[in-house]
């Protein structure tokens, strides 16, 4: 079992940056794929980024590529999401994912998932 814990969400005027955070937890977390997905309101829930623990190859959402910076640190447990240059439509629940499978983009390969944390963009 894995356990996962958000933090770093907020309200943030656009073209702000936010950083968010991610504290893993349980016997084998370092065997996961880590993920970041995003829900807006009436919208699905949607894949924004994803890493492996030894920091090898960062995925990112089209939507989100040259803003966002996902990152780990396996020392404390923790995986990043550093947002810049926010804009009114990142306003959503973010969602951090650890999956097994190889293939990131796709939230039915998601194992485990935390809680999430609301980030709210005003124009």
């Not at 349980?26 to 492996?52: C, D, H, N």
């Not at 396996?74 to 804009?87: D, E, I, P």
């Amino acid at each position: 079992q894995v356990q996962l814990v958000e933090s770093g969400g907020g309200l943030v005027q656009a073209d702000a940056s936010l950083r968010l955070s991610c504290v893993a937890s349980g016997s084998t977390w370092r065997r996961y794929l880590m993920g970041w997905f995003r829900q807006a309101p009436g919208k699905e829930r949607e894949f924004v980024a994803s890493i492996s623990w030894s920091n090898l190859y960062p995925v990112y959402a089209d939507s989100v590529k040259g803003r966002f910076t996902i990152s780990a640190d396996s020392a404390k447990n923790t995986v990043y999401l550093q947002m810049t240059s926010l804009k009114p439509e990142d306003t959503a629940v973010y969602y951090c994912a650890a999956t097994i499978s190889s293939s990131s983009r796709h939230r039915w390969n998601y194992n485990f998932w935390g809680q999430g944390t609301q980030v709210t963009v005003s124009s």
